[in-house]
């Protein structure tokens, strides 16, 4: 039998015990015989207090709200699910994250970081199937506007990433919003739109094997899961998103190039160990 502990402090466990993490990211240790395990979680808001200032986008007053009633006009989330997504602050966070975009893209950046919560939530009450599913309705609209399968997430597709709040009267079909995206980030470039939507697609794959891990109660190594978590925590959309607002025109001889990616990697690992080493301290 295995036994779920906490990430910090001691904790007791066998000689040659070995650990592993399942796909909710929680440490098993396996029995038999006590010794001391050390953790040593880093203090990453310490690190990154000095050089480093916090910025934050002035159009986070004006826009925030729009953002989130449009996800609630979706009609996904419900009961406690639905309370806890109303009481979270993603378009805060897309304030600090974003702090240059302008007021299109600010919102833009809103919309990513409140569907990824979506998505990821839906997925947590699904199994392999339904979250496979999820992802293709998504991906499917995302390609391509035109496409619909009747469920919100292929809406949510079409309707996502584009400012909604500057529509004319005469201009309300949520298909012509990916077009109006794309006219919107020139000059951003193809490469970095591409990138965009290559990054979201990997994003949910990832998200879709944790589904199916979990389903079928798979419990990972660490390395496995540290790829897997990199894979599922959505920073890598979150950069692609960076070059798209600031018309930024990274070519793949300079993206790909390893010491960029390995650079990349280390800033999507702090990300999710921030994002979960509270709870732990």
């Known amino acids: 039998m295995w036994e779920p502990l906490p990430l910090s402090g001691t904790i007791p466990r066998s000689t040659g015990r070995r650990t592993s993490i399942n796909a909710c990211g929680v440490l098993y240790l396996h029995p038999p015989n006590p ?49 806890y997504f109303s009481a979270s602050a993603f378009e805060f966070l897309a304030a600090h994250t974003y702090p240059r975009a302008d007021r299109e893209g600010y919102r833009t950046c809103c919309d990513y970081l409140n569907t990824t919560f979506i998505l990821d939530d839906y997925s947590d009450d699904e199994g392999g199937k339904g979250a496979r599913q999820m992802a293709d309705s998504f991906m499917n ?6 496409w619909d399968d009747g469920t919100p997430f292929a809406r949510m ?33 193809a490469t970095a739109r591409q990138r965009f939507i290559d990054t979201f697609d990997h994003y949910l794959d990832a998200t879709v094997r944790e589904a199916e891990n979990r389903e079928q109660g798979t419990i990972l190594g660490f390395n496995d899961y540290l790829e897997l978590r990199r894979g599922n925590s959505g920073a890598y959309p979150a950069y692609a998103l960076i070059e798209c607002i600031l018309s930024i025109d990274l070519q793949p001889e300079v993206f790909d190039h390893p010491s960029l990616w390995n650079l990349t990697k280390i800033a999507g690992d702090m990300l999710f160990t921030a994002n979960v080493s509270p709870k732990f301290y």
């Not at 040593?40 to 910025?55: A, E």
């Not at 609209?141 to 035109?146: E, G, H, I």
């Not at 990433?161 to 951003?188: C, I, K």
């Open 35 to 83: 010794e001391i395990m050390y953790f040593t979680l880093p203090d990453l808001p310490g690190i990154c207090q000095d050089p480093f200032s916090p910025s934050f986008n002035p159009h986070y007053e004006a826009i925030a709200s729009e953002s989130k009633t449009w996800i609630d006009s979706l009609g996904i989330l419900s009961g406690e699910k639905q309370r």
């Open 141 to 146: 609209a995302l390609r391509d506007p035109t």
């Open 157 to 189: 597709a079409r309707e996502s990433v584009h400012p909604q709040f500057t529509y004319s009267p005469n201009r309300t079909d949520m298909r012509v919003g990916w077009f109006r995206f794309r006219e919107r980030l020139a000059p951003a470039s």
